[in-house]
């Protein structure tokens, strides 16, 4: 590639001229901060993360990417990669550094003899969703649509299929990595074996993911589902009767439990506009018929204030059903996996469900289990699945003059929950934290954690990905 000299004490700053010779090098878009539309495209999903990156590079393919890491490993400056943008702690962006943004990098085709998916890595869910659902297929994502494929796989992947499919990131059959060094290498396990483990959970630590392929599954397009709205205080009562129903359920449904808001828009039924409401969600993963009994149960428990399955047509509505609520937030999370809900434990949630210091905050108690827990913890970097439930507080608001507000009740909640019998653990994905924590990456990887730090000293010695839930090289 061609060198671009630094001709200033800046070293992020980009001249003119080197901004043309960068023009006639990469086939996308370059993005600075002089440029109109610079504040959106440096936009994040949480908007309580305001970076201002040096330079985006809208990658158009991998050669965009390969040239945007040389860039920035020769300029000694930070690189961020961004998919999806949805990680709340901000790992897509970077202050006075190199984004490669992959959204335009977004295809997806689908082998439907062989059900496998070659996914690239700016797609979202929603658009392997839309491939997928065509032949009646689909790969284990995330909670919402909008989410990016590369950065939920590459930390796991917990949604709506985990309990009968596993996490995203069981179902990659192999990836195609950009390493520090610019080399394009396959991760599988025929090639690159550890690499391979160590992507599987260990985050963005190891290249920049430029493609997927997936094993898919029969899904939909019609489904049995529940998504059903009460009254916050009817949790009270209806929490424990939606335990023991997931903890009886096969593994072929996989439900949740959430303790929220809902704005007063025109957008929401009337029934549940501006109340705070308890959200039983649930889906079954195989035919509509033969999970409608299954399904059921979840459905019927109390008299809610709406029942919008009825008005939920397929998978792919499911999958994108709370896409917009997710909007405009400023936001931080923390989580924590639970070995049992006792009452004690949902006596807590609930009492933190009626504290909440904006409406906009959650409380999102998945269960986990089946498929998921199949998987030895040494199997993948993800680490130890043994818990069947996991508590996410999801601390968010509208308003950014209340982010501190927000912020703070989440750690004290975090810290309160942590005390709880059988707490332990943290997914993180769902971490506001920004990366490096030591005791946050041993509750995550536990006994992995030194075979990861190994893996890190082979394929990116000098730590260069250090731009997300960070796992430094052994010495």
């Known amino acids: 590639m061609t060198t671009i000299a630094d001709a200033s004490d800046d070293t992020t700053a980009f001249t003119p001229d080197e901004l043309a010779a960068l023009a006639m090098q990469f086939r996308g878009a370059l993005v600075t901060p002089d440029d109109p539309g610079y504040d959106e495209a440096r936009r994040l999903e949480n908007w309580a993360i305001d970076k201002r990156p040096a330079l985006l590079v809208r990658c158009s393919g991998t050669a965009d990417v390969i040239d945007g ?55 979202t869910w929603g ?59 396959t991760a599988s396990e025929d090639s690159n074996a550890e690499l391979f483990w160590a992507i599987r959970g260990g985050g963005g630590n190891f290249g920049v993911a430029v493609d997927f392929t997936f094993r898919a599954h029969p899904v939909g397009p019609e489904i049995a589902l529940a998504a059903v709205f009460h009254a916050l205080d009817a949790a009270e009562d209806l929490a424990p009767q939606w335990r023991d129903l997931s903890l009886a359920a096969g593994d072929e449904v996989t439900t949740r439990a959430l303790y929220w808001g809902m704005p007063a828009v025109d957008q929401l039924p009337p029934p549940i506009q501006g109340k705070d409401v308890f959200i039983i969600g649930a889906m079954y993963a195989g035919g509509a018929d033969e999970g409608a009994e299954a399904i059921a149960e979840f459905r019927n428990l109390g008299s809610p204030l709406f029942d919008m399955t009825d008005f939920i047509p397929h998978y792919r509505a499911f999958q994108a059903g709370f896409d917009a609520l997710a909007v405009g937030m400023h936001a931080y999370w923390k989580s924590l996996y639970l070995n049992d809900l006792t009452d004690e434990v949902l006596t807590f949630i609930h009492t933190k469900a009626r504290e909440r210091p904006d409406p906009a905050t959650l409380l999102h108690v998945p269960i986990m289990g089946g498929a998921t827990a199949a998987i030895g913890a040494d199997q993948t970097a993800f680490g130890d699945r043994s818990a069947p439930f996991m508590l996410s507080i999801d601390a968010q608001t509208p308003d950014p003059a209340k982010f501190d507000e927000v912020r703070t009740w989440s750690r004290a909640t975090f810290a309160e929950a942590s005390e709880l019998p059988g707490a332990g653990g943290a997914y993180l994905n769902f971490s506001g934290d920004d990366g490096g924590d030591e005791a946050v990456l041993g509750r995550q990887y536990g006994g992995n954690l030194e075979r990861l730090r190994a893996a890190k000293a082979t394929y990116d010695p000098e730590n260069f990905f250090h731009v997300n839930n960070n796992i430094a090289p052994a010495d």
């Open 69 to 123: 890491v040389a860039l920035a490993r020769d300029r000694g400056l930070p690189l961020a990669i961004r998919s999806g943008g949805h990680h709340v702690a901000g790992h897509g962006s970077v202050d006075d550094g190199v984004v490669l943004d992959l959204r335009a990098m977004n295809g997806v085709w689908v082998d439907p003899v062989q059900r496998t998916v070659r996914v690239q890595g700016g797609a």
């Open 127 to 185: 658009q392997v969703d839309r491939e997928t659902q065509a032949f009646g297929l689909a790969v284990p994502g995330g909670v919402v649509s909008t989410t990016g494929v590369a950065g939920l796989t590459l930390g796991g992947g917990i949604g709506w299929l985990h309990r009968r499919w596993g996490l995203a990131c069981d179902n990659l059959v192999s990836a195609s990595l950009v390493l520090a060094s610019g080399e394009l290498v």
